[in-house]
């Protein structure tokens, strides 16, 4: 133990999870072996984090963050627990809007034209590689993916 160590509760410094906003929370220090003339120097500070809701034991869903300073992995924990990732999974899920609305004339392309091979070319004497495959492949990905960004 060192006296940056903590766990499981949540120290205050830390930003809580975006995901859970819970959880359990470990920090620990790595120190060099004990000297002669005291404790080993720090080599490293890990913080960890086990999603709240998660089966104790089995498959956790768990974050972690190291630096060489504690100082240095509470703040890439809170800058990473802070606002960042909601924008992100925001935007993404905006960008995944956008891209199925590009995809969405090929899909019905597909439709429109539903013979002949993979192969055949579409736009042909324009130079362009585009093919009823390709069309195909769109109006594919379209009946897997999420909705995502739509409501
Ligand atoms: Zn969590």
């Known amino acids: 133990m060192s006296e940056h160590d903590f766990g499981p509760e949540r120290p205050d ?12 929370y470990r920090g620990s220090a790595t120190h060099l072996p004990p000297r002669m003339d005291g ?18 034991g089995a498959v956790r869903s768990s974050r972690e963050v190291r630096a060489a300073e504690p100082d240095w992995a509470i703040q890439e924990w809170n ?9 992100t999974i925001d935007k993404m ?6 891209l199925r609305e590009a995809l969405r004339p ?11 091979p993979d192969t ?3 736009c042909d004497g324009m130079g362009l ?9 769109a109006r594919t990905l379209l ?8 409501t």
């Open 129 to 137: 590689d585009l093919t009823i495959g390709h069309c195909r492949q």
């Open 13 to 24: 410094y830390l930003l809580p999870c975006p995901f859970c906003g819970g959880g359990e």
């Open 106 to 116: 090929f899909a019905q392309a597909a439709d429109d034209c539903n013979f002949g």
């Open 79 to 87: 800058r990473r627990a802070g606002s960042e990732e909601p924008e």
């Open 120 to 122: 055949m070319t579409i």
């Open 93 to 98: 899920k905006k960008e995944n809007g956008e």
């Open 39 to 56: 404790p080993g120097a720090l080599v490293s500070f890990t913080i960890r984090h086990w999603c709240f809701g998660s089966v104790s």
């Open 143 to 150: 009946s897997q993916s999420s909705e995502g960004g739509e």
